[in-house]
């Protein structure tokens, strides 16, 4: 049991740091990876599913944020990100604060249910765009707001604007199903080089 919630960690753990790396490059380079993004998008319909490898569609898919979270756990000062470092702490101060919440998280949880569109590649957009509306009208009620950083020219295009919410939306499901799964900073200390041997083997 013990091995089993440690990967559910790491994988969980994976996902957030994903989403946050994936954040910083569209807010900093206007880059946006289809491929990478999807499963993040993904994960966030997934309100029902005890499988947590299922909810992000195949774990191959996290290996970008799996590697970059193995550098956050045993890198040295230069391969560890302040700027993503930051998100992690925000996101974890929200989903703290949406507990207290119920009417918000209701509403957000049954508007994810009733979207009924497939999610593939080639509609990313599409889901960017439904999670921004929603992000506003829900999560972003709860304060504190997350800042993003970034170069303005690519902050202020909608695309970009509208995909990094959706993307806010991937990395706090990824943290509540990282606590549900047993996840907590106090476990990450403690078990840190083995999150960090399960993260370059999974």
Known sequence: MFKKELKNETISLGAIYQASN????????????????????????????????????????????????????????????????????????????????????????EEL??????????NLYEHANFLSNLYLKTISKINPRIIINGDNKYLKENDNASMIRALLMSAIRSYILWEQSGGSKFRIFIFRKKIAKLAITL
Request: aromatic share 8%; no cysteine.
């Open 22 to 109: 994936e954040i910083k490059k569209i807010a900093w380079q206007g880059q946006i990876n289809n491929k990478t993004i999807e499963p993040l998008i993904h994960s966030v319909y997934q309100t029902t599913s005890d499988e947590v490898e299922e909810i992000y569609i195949n774990i191959k898919r996290l290996n970008t944020g799996l590697d970059f979270l193995r550098q956050q756990l045993v890198g040295d000062a230069f391969s560890r990100d302040a700027e993503v470092t930051r998100y992690f702490e925000a996101i974890g101060i929200l989903v703290k604060n949406m507990n207290k919440h119920t009417d918000i998280t209701n509403n957000l949880r």
């Open 113 to 122: 249910s009733n979207f009924q569109l497939e999610i593939n590649q080639q």
